[in-house]
């Protein structure tokens, strides 16, 4: 297909038919900007790339053009558009726009090659993440070779991570690329020389916070006991940053290495470090999901390897990404526990075993030191795990998502109306919970 006006057409009916796309919207922006084109003269694609290939194009047209392309590539793949812009035709196009005078314009074709991934692109983009003076080119460059996993590419991002004369900024961008890389090529791209380095740079004392909490970060992509043993090393680390980020690749390896070794320090970091991190939460909200999935391992040994459960919050508080609002609006940079609520475990634990009367409670071992009552419930499936947390207001559920649906409705039937809950998926948005709640997702 190359006519401009029959793909609306196509983009229309699609959207049409489609319920997910017709209640959430997501194809309204490229509509428009297609729209637009056609509007003012455009009929077909190959009228698009001559405004790239034209140095007079205005900026905001580079960008709408650029940010329709990889629209169309991913509306072929996922949802059998019709293939409107092909990969290796459209790099040229690009490839000239890179000469646009406007840096703004630059910024938008860089993005675009990234996302388009033709290998074309790796040698120019290296020479601008390399060579330019600007730092916003280098940067965008930086991280559009994340969407093109070449060995060049590879190689390029490991030398400017490793480059201590460059900028925090290149090398950042450049972690994060190759965060992208691992992320969907792993088995292809890494190697024992990466890990080495990334490992290496995660102790180096002389690089900055940021920097190193990067590279943790990245770390989680490597199922490799080594990487394990390094991250439960970092639980303990002085700066709160850095545990923060060795408790989320430990999340992010669970079920797929034994991270059972970490259960001490993760059950103290979950019991006393409630000290928020920028950005982010609470410290001892972080490491809930390998808390609670090493412990689902012990109580439901041949449940996961069918099923890996979810984990989710609930209380009357501010979780996860509502803490850094509740948390910058307070001038003093605490966050204050307003709530009252005190649950008493020998009641609550009265209070389940007349709801479901097969629970086990306290069946957690080595016993955790963050919970003051933990229980074990039998339902339709799959067990449904959760803990009372010392501070008597919040609760943790592990298991299938209706089952923790149904245990939020009935919890928040047992407990005072005055307090508003909210269940929170790990490191997510909440909801709040009413006798009518449908989902446990936002």
């Not at 990466?194 to 992509?221: C, G």
């Not at 001038?331 to 634990?349: A, Q, S, Y």
Request: one cysteine or more.
């Amino acid at each position: 297909m190359n006519d401009l006006q029959a793909y609306l057409d196509a983009m229309i009916a699609k959207a049409k038919s489609s319920k997910y796309l017709s209640t959430y919207n997501r194809w309204d922006a490229p509509q428009q900007i297609l729209q637009t084109f056609i509007t003012s003269g455009y009929s077909t694609i190959d009228d698009l790339y001559d405004q790239l290939k034209d140095m007079t194009t205005p900026t905001d047209s580079i960008k709408s053009i650029c940010e329709f392309i990889p629209f169309t590539l991913f509306a072929h793949r996922y949802y059998r558009m019709p293939r409107l812009v092909d990969r290796r035709s459209v790099i040229h196009p690009l490839l000239a726009a890179l000469n646009h005078p406007d840096d703004e314009a630059k910024y938008h074709v860089i993005w675009a090659l990234g996302r388009v991934g033709n290998q074309c692109a790796v040698k120019p983009l290296i020479r601008l993440a390399t060579t330019s003076d600007l730092e916003g080119v280098r940067h965008m460059a930086i991280l559009a070779l994340g969407g093109i996993a070449t060995e060049l590419t590879w190689d390029t991002l490991l030398a400017i991570i490793q480059n201590d004369q460059a900028s925090e900024g290149d090398r950042l961008n450049a972690v994060t690329a190759m965060t992208s890389h691992l992320a969907t090529h792993f088995w292809e791209m890494s190697t024992p020389r990466d890990k080495t380095i990334l490992m290496a740079l995660a102790q180096n004392e002389t690089e900055s916070i940021t920097l190193r909490a990067a590279v943790i970060e990245a770390l989680a992509f490597y199922e490799d006991p080594q990487v394990v043993n390094l991250l439960i090393e970092f639980l303990d680390h002085p700066i709160p940053t850095l545990r923060f980020w060795a408790s989320y690749s430990l999340c992010e390896l669970l079920g797929d290495i034994d991270i059972s070794a970490a259960l001490p320090k993760l059950d103290r970091i979950i019991k006393d470090e409630h000290q928020v991190i920028p950005q982010f939460w609470q410290l001892s909200r972080e490491p809930l999901l390998a808390f609670e999935g090493i412990y689902y391992e012990k109580l439901a040994p041949d449940v996961v390897t069918d099923f890996y459960p979810s984990t989710f919050v609930i209380s009357p508080e501010p979780e996860y990404s509502d803490v850094w609002a509740a948390y910058q609006q307070n001038t003093e940079k605490l966050l204050e526990r307003k709530t009252d609520l005190k649950i008493d475990p020998v009641w609550f634990g009265q209070q389940l075993t007349t709801k479901w009367p097969e629970t086990k409670l306290n069946v957690r071992e080595p016993k955790p030191q963050s919970l003051s009552l933990d229980w074990l419930i039998s339902m339709k499936d799959v067990p449904l795990s959760g803990g009372l947390h010392v501070d008597g207001y919040s609760v943790f559920v592990t298991g299938h998502d209706g089952d923790v649906l149904l245990f939020a409705k009935w919890y928040r039937s047992v407990i005072d109306t005055r307090y508003t809950l909210r269940i929170y998926p790990w490191a997510a948005d909440g909801v709040i919970v009413t006798p009518a709640l449908d989902k446990v997702y936002q």
